[in-house]
């Protein structure tokens, strides 16, 4: 009986084995996409937000010294943000997401 039974369990443990190293490599495949994503869109808000800003930095108020002016055209840079629906933390609708 042993003869029999122990090729068996030796079979089923190599199969589990298995699989839990399959699990194990796409799993660890999925988390390297979903930081890459991630990594992707931050820079491209990044990038977005300080292109926004090298244009309020040229601005005329602010190199006239006008910061009432200043602080008006920063409240509406500020509200881009505040409005709408932002996703750039949202890595798996990140393809729906929409520059505003």
């Known amino acids: 009986m042993a003869g029999t039974t122990l090729p068996l369990i030796v079979f089923a443990t190599v199969i589990v084995f298995n699989n839990y190293e399959r699990d194990r490599t796409e799993a660890s495949q999925r988390v390297l996409e979903t930081t890459r994503s991630i990594r992707l869109v931050l820079d491209a808000e990044m990038q977005r937000m300080t292109g926004a800003l090298q244009v309020l930095a040229l601005t ?14 920063a409240r509406g840079f500020l509200n881009q943000y505040r409005e709408g629906p932002s996703c750039w933390w949202q890595t798996a609708k990140a393809a729906s997401c929409s520059p505003r």
């Open 60 to 73: 005329g108020p602010l190199q006239d010294g006008d910061f009432a002016g200043v602080r008006r055209i």
